[in-house]
């Protein structure tokens, strides 16, 4: 028994049927039961009858549904940056850092999730908030606004020399001891002037400053291990 598709004046019906054989050895079929033209049977309909039938056989009843789907979050990325934060030490010196019994917000939680945006997908502070939508972020408060991450750089730069210090004492073993040059930052200069001169370093392009395209160049810091630039 099984069903099948037939069609007439242009409209197509569903039908129960049963194959046999007859005396002769041919296949004839029979119609059991009419289901009904296609275009009108909805699953309201049908679910009836295949749950009856799956009760006869001692099935569980028919379930089907529409499928759903809500978008994957993105975690191997992070996960990995989550635990290189923790073996290089950065959790417990930022703690250390900015330790404050006032502070209602867990700073180094979201001092952590502005690192891992700048490394994964840079953004604004609100750019953040949205990638932090995207990700599985481990152990990350709820709720986090725009205003925390404001108050988690405000705490970040009122504790800049203790956070340095932290940082430095888990890195310094890292690293040659007999350390002499040190690269401690980067960023773009904007310039006037619209000469052209041979080897030029100036370019165009996106300025922190206006917001829009201007020339500016690049420029690096590096200092000594005494901290002479």
């Not at 049977?41 to 009836?48: A, G, H, Q």
């Not at 850092?97 to 180094?108: C, F, M, P, V």
Request: glycine residues 10%.
């Amino acid at each position: 028994m099984y069903t099948r598709i037939t069609e007439s004046g242009g409209r197509r019906y569903l039908q129960l049927v049963e194959g046999h054989r007859d005396e002769t050895g041919k296949v004839r079929i029979k119609v059991v039961a009419n289901l009904g033209r296609l275009d009108k049977l909805s699953p309201t309909k049908l679910d009836p009858l295949i749950n009856g039938l799956n009760r006869a056989v001692g099935r569980l009843e028919n379930t089907a549904s529409d499928i759903t789907y809500d978008s994957a979050l993105g975690f191997g990325d992070v996960f990995a940056l989550h635990e290189l934060w923790k073996d290089l030490g950065f959790d417990r010196a930022l703690k250390r850092a900015l330790r404050s019994g006032r502070r209602e917000i867990d700073a180094e939680a979201l001092v952590r999730a502005m690192v891992f945006n700048r490394l994964c997908a840079p953004d604004s502070k609100l750019g953040v908030l949205r990638w932090l939508e995207t990700v599985a972020m481990p152990a990350m408060p709820e709720g986090i606004t725009h205003q925390h991450l404001l108050r988690a750089m405000d705490a970040l730069l009122g504790q800049v020399d203790a956070v340095e210090m932290e940082l430095a004492k888990q890195i310094r073993p890292l690293v040659d001891r007999n350390l002499t040059v040190v690269f401690y930052d980067l960023t773009t200069v904007r310039i006037h002037g619209e000469g052209e001169v041979e080897k030029d370093i100036r370019a165009y392009g996106m300025n922190k400053e206006t917001g829009g395209i201007a020339r500016q160049f690049v420029m690096g810091v590096v200092q000594t291990a005494e901290g002479l630039p």
